[in-house]
C-alpha cells in the first residue's frame, strides 16, 4: 500500500477545514512570527522507592523526561501535540513556557524570530492555557475577562479595556453569555465548553503570539472538543501561533491541524503536516487501515506497551525505529533547514511580547480586592453563614449558662471564666473554616495568574484578608451583642466594646493563621490540623486557665508570650472582673473567701490591670505581624509552587 492509497482513506474526513493557511482560495500570508524550539531535554533525579524501603529511598537515579526536542513553527500555524499518557506533552509544554519545575535540570534553546529567549521571557512570551478553568463560580463571563484586562493592561481607559473584553468575546463566540455566571460545582453556570473559552479568552486579552494549551478538550463532549479545536484554528489562522497537547482527536480534524506532532517516552517521534504524516507511516511500512482513526493508529504505533517485558522490548524497539527514520527523513532535514535558516537571518524582526503594561502594585491590589468582595458577595448562603456562625456558637454558649449570677456559690466566677475561655478559644475555629472553605480556590486562580505575570501570590493574599474585615467585624459583634447582653456580663457599654474588640482578635488571628499557612501548605486538611493543634497549644500555655502560669514551668511561661491566648484572656479576664462585686449565699467554710472580682485578678493575673493598653497593642500587633507572615509565605510559594 502506498501513500496515495492511504490518503484515499481519509475520504470520509470532513473537507471544510483542510488548512488553515488557505481558506476559500486565501492566499497564505507570510508569517510574522515564528517559534524555534531546539534539543530540549528535562532530566530529574528521583528516589528508586518509596519512604518506607528506606535502602531504595536513599539511592537515586536520574530519569529523562524529554530527549532532545527540536520543531519549528511559523504564526499562522497550529500544532497538535499527540501522545498516550505520561509521553511528556505536558512537560514540553512548561519547558517551553517557562514554568517547569526548579527540581530537573533543563537544556536546550527557545528561539522566536530567530531570537534566543532567555528563561525569565519565556513567560512574557507566550500564554499557557492550563488544562482546569480556574474560574471565579460567581462571576459573569464579562465581569471575569474585565478584571483580568484590568489586571493585565495599565495605560488601557475603562472604554478601551471595555472594548478590548467585547472583541475577545466575540473572537471567540462568547457574546451571547457576557452576562452569565460562570458557575461551579452547587450551582449551575455556563457549559463546559464555554468556560474552556473563557480560560483562553483571559489569556487572549494580552494579545499574545503564541499560545499554549495543555488538554483543552479533556472532559467535553467530542462535539464540543472539536468546535474548540476549530476555534483554535481560527485563533492561529489571525497570525499567532497555537500548540494544543490533545487526547483522542476525532478524524475530521485531521487536516485542522497545520503540523502534528506525536510523542513517545519523551521523543518526538514525528512532527510534520497531516500529508506528511500519512506519508511517512506508510514508508515506514505501518498504514492506517481503511476508516480507523489516523490519530489513534499512529499513536499506537508508536506508544509503548509496558503490559510484559516482551511486548515492552517489541513496541520500544519499534517506536526508535520509527524516531530514527523520521531523523533522517527530509521533512525533518527540511525543519532544520528552516531552522537554521531563520537563525542564520542578518535582520531578525523584535520579540513580540505579550501586552506588559501592568498596574501599580495598588491599583492591582484594588482591582483584587473588588473582584474577590463581589464573587464572594454573591454566594448568598456563604455570606449568611460567615455573619452567623459565631452567633451559632454564641446559642450554644448563651443556652448552656443561661444567666450569669452575682453568687459565688451560684457560679459568679466559674462561669465567667468559662464564657472568656469560650470567647477566646472557639472563634479561632469559625476564621479558620471560613478561610478553609473558600481560599484554595482563590489560590488556585492566584497560582496561575501569578505565573502569567498579572500580579504576586502575596497581593492575592492580602486582598483576602482585607476583604475579610467587615465581615469579621460584622459577625463577631452580632455574636458578641447577643451574649454579652443575654448573660448578662458587666453591664457597661465600654467594657462590652472592649468586649468585642478583644474577642475579634482571635477570630481573625485564626482566619489568618489558616491563610499563611495555605502558603507553604499545599493540603488544606493538614493547615485545618495544624491550626487546631495551635490554638489547642495556644490556650492551654496562653490563658492561664488550665494551670496558673506562674505555675508553669518557665519554658511555658516565656512561650506564653508568643501565643494572642494570653493577652485576650488576661484582657477579658480584667474587662469582666475589674470592680465587680460577689454575694454569697451560703457561707460555709471557705465558700466565700472571693468577694471582689479584682481578687480573681490580683492572684490569677497578677499586674494586668495597669497592663491593659499595653496588652490591647500586644494583642493586635498578632495582625500585623502575621500579615507580614503571609507575605513571606506566598513569597516562599512562588519557587514551592510549578505545575
Ligand atoms: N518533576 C517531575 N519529577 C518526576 N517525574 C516527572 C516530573 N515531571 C513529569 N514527570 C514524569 O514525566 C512523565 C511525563 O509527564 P507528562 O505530564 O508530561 O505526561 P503527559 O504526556 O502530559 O501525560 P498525560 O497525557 O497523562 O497528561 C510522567 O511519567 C511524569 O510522571
Ligand atoms: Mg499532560
Redo the contacts with the bound molecule.
Keep these: 500500500m502506498n501513500g496515495s492509497y492511504s490518503m484515499q482513506s481519509f475520504k470520509f474526513v470532513s473537507e471544510v477545514k483542510r488548512d488553515v493557511w488557505k481558506d476559500a482560495g486565501e492566499e497564505r500570508p507570510v508569517p510574522s512570527c515564528c517559534l524555534s524550539v531546539s534539543n530540549i531535554s528535562y532530566t ?1 533525579s ?1 528516589r528508586l522507592g518509596p519512604w518506607w524501603d528506606l535502602p531504595s529511598y536513599k539511592r537515586r537515579w536520574t ?1 529523562q ?1 524529554l530527549h532532545d526536542v527540536s520543531f519549528h513553527v511559523d504564526s499562522g500555524q497550529i500544532m497538535g501535540i499527540l ?10 509544554l512548561d519547558a517551553i513556557s517557562g514554568r517547569i ?1 526548579n ?2 535540570t533543563l537544556c536546550g534553546e527557545v528561539f522566536i524570530n530567530g531570537r534566543k529567549l532567555n528563561r525569565e521571557q519565556f513567560q512574557d512570551c507566550f500564554s499557557y492555557v492550563l488544562q482546569s478553568d480556574n474560574l471565579l463560580s460567581y462571576l459573569t463571563v464579562e465581569e471575569t475577562l474585565t478584571y483580568t484586562a484590568q489586571l493585565a493592561l495599565r495605560k488601557h481607559s475603562a472604554e478601551a479595556i471595555k472594548k478590548k473584553v467585547s472583541a475577545v468575546m466575540a473572537e471567540l463566540s462568547l457574546s451571547h453569555v457576557a452576562h452569565s455566571v460562570i458557575g461551579g460545582r452547587v450551582f449551575p453556570g455556563i457549559s463546559g465548553g464555554e468556560r474552556r473559552r473563557v480560560s483562553i479568552a483571559s489569556q487572549l486579552l494580552q494579545d499574545p503570539k503564541v499560545i499554549l494549551l ?2 483543552p478538550t479533556t472532559g467535553l463532549d467530542s462535539m464540543t472538543a472539536n468546535q474548540i479545536v476549530v476555534l483554535l484554528a481560527e485563533l492561529a489562522r489571525r497570525d499567532r501561533i497555537v500548540i494544543v ?1 490533545i ?1 483522542q482527536p476525532r478524524s475530521e480534524l485531521f487536516r485542522v491541524f497545520s503540523r502534528i506532532a506525536i ?1 513517545s517516552c ?1 521523543e518526538l517521534v514525528f512532527c510534520g503536516q497531516p500529508e506528511e504524516m500519512v506519508d511517512f507511516f506508510s514508508q515506514c511500512g505501518y498504514e492506517c487501515p481503511e476508516y480507523c482513526n489516523p490519530f489513534d493508529i499512529y499513536v499506537d504505533f508508536t506508544s509503548v506497551d509496558t503490559r510484559s517485558t516482551e511486548r515492552e522490548a517489541a513496541t520500544f524497539s519499534r517506536m526508535h525505529e520509527i524516531t530514527s527514520s523520521y531523523q533522517a527523513s527530509a521533512i525533518y532535514q527540511s525543519m532544520l533547514g528552516r531552522m537554521e535558516q531563520i537563525l542564520q537571518q542578518a535582520e531578525k524582526p523584535a520579540i513580540p511580547f505579550k501586552s506588559k503594561e501592568s498596574p501599580s502594585s495598588a491599583a492591582k491590589l484594588g482591582v483584587l480586592l473588588r473582584r474577590t468582595v463581589r464573587n464572594l458577595s454573591r454566594d448568598r448562603m456563604g455570606v449568611l453563614m460567615r455573619l452567623s456562625q459565631n452567633l451559632i456558637y454564641g446559642l450554644f454558649v448563651a443556652f448552656f449558662v443561661m444567666h450569669l449570677d452575682s453568687d459565688v456559690t451560684k457560679g459568679a466566677v466559674q462561669d465567667r471564666i468559662g464564657i472568656i475561655y469560650q470567647s477566646v478559644g472557639a472563634s479561632p475555629y469559625t476564621g479558620m473554616l471560613n478561610a478553609v472553605a473558600l481560599f484554595p480556590a482563590l489560590r488556585a486562580i492566584s497560582d496561575q495568574e501569578s505565573q502569567d505575570g498579572l500580579y504576586s501570590k502575596w497581593q492575592m493574599f492580602l486582598a483576602y484578608i482585607f476583604h475579610i474585615l467587615p465581615f469579621s467585624i460584622i459577625s463577631v459583634f452580632i455574636f458578641t451583642s447577643f451574649l454579652y447582653w443575654t448573660v448578662g456580663m458587666h453591664p457597661d457599654s465600654m467594657r462590652f466594646l472592649g468586649f468585642s474588640a478583644v474577642v475579634l482578635v482571635p477570630h481573625i488571628v485564626g482566619e489568618l493563621l489558616t491563610v499563611v499557612l495555605l502558603g507553604v501548605v499545599q493540603d488544606p486538611n493538614m493547615v485545618n490540623s495544624g491550626v487546631a493543634l495551635l490554638n489547642i497549644a495556644g490556650i492551654l500555655v496562653g490563658s492561664g486557665f488550665l494551670r496558673s502560669t506562674e505555675q508553669m514551668p518557665q519554658v511555658f511561661q516565656w512561650l506564653s508570650y508568643l501565643t494572642f491566648q494570653k493577652y485576650s484572656c488576661e484582657l477579658l479576664i480584667v474587662t469582666e472582673f475589674h470592680g465587680l462585686n460577689f454575694t454569697c449565699s451560703k457561707p460555709l467554710p471557705g465558700a466565700c473567701l472571693i468577694s471582689q472580682g479584682d481578687q480573681i485578678i490580683d492572684q490569677g493575673y497578677p499586674g494586668a490591670l495597669s497592663r491593659y493598653t499595653l496588652d490591647f497593642i500586644l494583642l493586635y500587633s498578632f495582625l500585623p505581624a502575621l500579615l507580614l507572615l503571609g507575605m513571606a509565605s506566598y513569597k516562599i510559594r512562588d519557587y514551592l509552587v510549578r505545575h
Design positions: 530529574v528521583e530519569r523526561i501522545g498516550n499518557s505520561g509521553s511528556g506533552k505536558t512537560t514540553l519545575g527540581s530537573g495543555d488538554e497537547t487526547h510523542m519523551g
